[in-house]
T-cell receptor, first 111, second 114 residues
């Protein structure tokens, strides 16, 4: 039973345009959500997070939106840059416990 | 060190061999996590330590997997009698908060069982 799902395995976007990555979850106890970015042969790098008491968090080019009623979160990258090409994982936790990850979305930003 | 350090980075083991993977967390981080990532998938939780106490080992796939953190800093993940399905990247992560909301990963130990 996958509690966190990323239904799009890959995404291709032109440099300068917006990248939108989606993530759905089923566990209503999740109260903290994170996005990680992973380059080949490296560990996941923390990108941005959001608490369930908020519906939006912004950090530079990265914005995370949370829709609790839909159990859906998204990551917006504006503008996309070639260095953003990586695999992005969403993750969720309940009461500060272990993180549950989605399967990842591979993003390719074309120059 | 500045980040989570894992060793070895790459390990090739013959089926049936025992392996030990080491994790040196960020200094002062009380929480330590082990995750397993198979090719093309997201990381899967294995086990969690708060200081030296192993508080959750629900993700360990079998009794061949064992983790310890005897002094509350460095941790070792041991896999006995390795099998081909154990081939994966083993990621260690640590956090400065007991609640472990944001965790920081090492580069991983890539295990291939042949």
């Amino acid at each position: 039973d996958q509690q966190v799902k990323q239904n799009s395995p890959s995404l291709s976007v032109q440099e300068g345009r917006i990248s939108i990555l989606n993530c759905d979850y089923t566990n209503s106890m999740f109260d903290y959500f994170l996005w990680y970015k992973k380059y080949p042969a490296e560990g996941p790098t923390f990108l941005i997070s959001i608490s369930s008491i908020k519906d939006k968090n912004e950090d530079g080019r990265f914005t995370v939106f949370l829709n609790k009623s839909a159990k859906h979160l998204s990551l917006h990258i504006v503008p996309s840059q070639p260095g953003d090409s990586a695999v992005y994982f969403c993750a969720a936790s309940a009461a500060g416990n272990k993180l549950t990850f989605g399967g990842g979305t591979r993003v390719l930003v074309k120059p | 060190g500045a980040g989570v350090s894992q060793s070895p980075r790459y390990k090739v083991a013959k089926r049936g061999q025992d392996v030990a993977l080491r994790c040196d967390p960020i200094s002062g981080h009380v929480s330590l996590f082990w995750y397993q990532q198979a090719l093309g998938q997201g990381p899967e939780f294995l086990t969690y330590f708060q200081n030296e106490a192993q508080l959750d080992k629900s993700g360990l796939p079998s009794d061949r997997f064992f983790a310890e953190r005897p002094e509350g800093s460095v941790s070792t993940l041991k896999i006995q009698r390795t099998q081909q399905e154990d081939s994966a990247v083993y990621l260690c992560a640590s956090s400065s908060r007991i609640s472990g909301n944001t965790i920081y990963f090492g580069e991983g130990s890539w295990l291939t069982v042949v």
